[in-house]
C-alpha cells in the first residue's frame, strides 16, 4: 500500500497502480482505476477520486468515481458526486451531492478518454 502522509501536500494529479492510504492534502484529481483509495480522517482532498473502491473517513470535495464500492465513514464530510454500484453512508457521515449509480461504467469511459487526452496534448 501506498502511502500520503499527514504532513504531505500534493498538488496536482495522483495516481497509483497499488492501494492507496491518504493521510495529508491533496488538490488535483486521484487516479487508482484498479485500487483501493482511502481518505483517512486528517485527509483533505479537493478533485475527483477514481479508484475500484473508495473509502472516506475524511474531507473530499469531488466526484468520488469507483467501480466497487464508496463507502462515506462516521467522520466523513462529502462534497459531489458519487459514481458507484454501491453506495454506503455510514450514520454520522456527512454527504452533500447525488448519487448516480447506472453512470458509473460510462463516467469511467469518459473520464479514461480526457485522461488520454490530456496526456497526449501535453506531450
Known sequence: MSRIGSSVFVRGEVSS????????RVEGPIWC????????????????????????????????LAREVVDIRTSANVTGRVLSARLILNEGGTFHGDVRPQQ???ALTIAKRRRKEHVNGAS
Not at 497502480?17 to 495529508?24: A, M, N, T, V, W
Open 33 to 64: 482505476e484498479e485500487s483501493a483509495v482511502i481518505i483517512e480522517p486528517s485527509a483533505v482532498v479537493r478533485g475527483d477520486i477514481i479508484g475500484r473502491e473508495i473509502t472516506v473517513a475524511g474531507v473530499v470535495d469531488g466526484t468520488l
Open 104 to 106: 458509473a461504467e460510462a
Open 17 to 24: 497502480s497499488d492501494d492507496l492510504c491518504i493521510e495529508g
